[in-house]
């Protein structure tokens, strides 16, 4: 019954004429139709407003069952809300700041690919006629199409720009395995697993050392500019933190 409540157009079918114009409507106006509604069309109105109580009486007996038999059990034991999923960390022990970055992203990233929000860009014409040419259509427009921007830009830069960015220490470890292979075999072959750190202490002048030296400077700066870049990253998204819902 609910249903068929939901599809029949149930003014149309008592012939009581609807709203007009009803994003231009507000409190007082619907108030002043419903007096005009009940003074024209007592009897029809009062059917009208029997079955539409009804109708919402039905649909939130149903919502109360539903949640009772469907979502909660869903919710516990499927779709763990309470729970972050994160497919970009190993199964492994992770420091807290980096599943953090990792848990956030993987937040916006279960936004965008599952949610699906709307994230084309609004043109005038399109958001002047969902405003219906209210006040304020251009400054909605603007904060839309910046949302959209900053979404789109935080979702590219997690999924392929971060993803691609070289190891800072790449260079650093082709020297030292250079240097291990055609100077200091022994050090490779040592029980010392910082048998890298003894080399260096052992000659430190060496040219071939304090080039793996400049290497390893040099991989330790970029290593901090990705974690500012991280700690950007993640700022932009938790300003757009109220506006991740569908």
Not at 43 to 64: A, E, M, P, Q
Not at 200 to 206: A, F, V
Request: charged letters at 35%.
């Amino acid at each position: 019954m609910m249903a068929l409540l939901r599809k029949l157009n149930l003014k149309k079918l008592l012939g009581i004429p609807p709203i007009n114009n009803r994003n231009s409507f507000g409190m007082l106006e619907s108030h002043h139709y419903g007096i005009r509604m009940k003074r024209d069309f007592p009897t029809r109105w009062k059917i009208y407003n029997w079955l539409h109580g009804l109708d919402i009486s039905i649909s939130v007996r149903w919502r109360i069952i539903k949640e009772f038999f469907y979502w909660k059990p869903r919710w516990r034991w499927f779709d763990r809300y309470d729970c972050i999923e994160i497919p970009t960390l190993s199964k492994r022990y992770h420091d807290k700041p980096e599943i953090m970055l990792h848990g956030m992203f993987a937040l916006l990233v279960d936004y965008v690919e599952k949610e699906k929000p709307y994230l084309n860009i609004q043109s005038e014409e399109d958001a002047y006629e969902s405003m219906a040419g209210n006040d304020g259509w251009k400054e909605s427009m603007e904060r839309h199409n910046k949302y959209v921007k900053t979404v789109r830009s935080l979702y590219d830069w997690w999924k392929r720009e971060r993803e691609e960015r070289p190891d800072p220490f790449e260079e650093s470890h082709k020297q030292m395995e250079y240097i291990l292979q055609e100077f200091f075999p022994e050090f490779r072959d040592s029980e010392c697993i910082f048998g890298s750190m003894a080399l260096t202490e052992k000659y430190p002048d060496h040219p071939e050392v304090l080039r793996y030296n400049e290497f390893n400077k040099l991989g330790w700066e970029l290593e901090e500019a990705y974690y500012k870049e991280d700690e950007n990253m993640l700022i932009e998204l938790i300003k757009i933190r109220r506006n991740l819902w569908t």
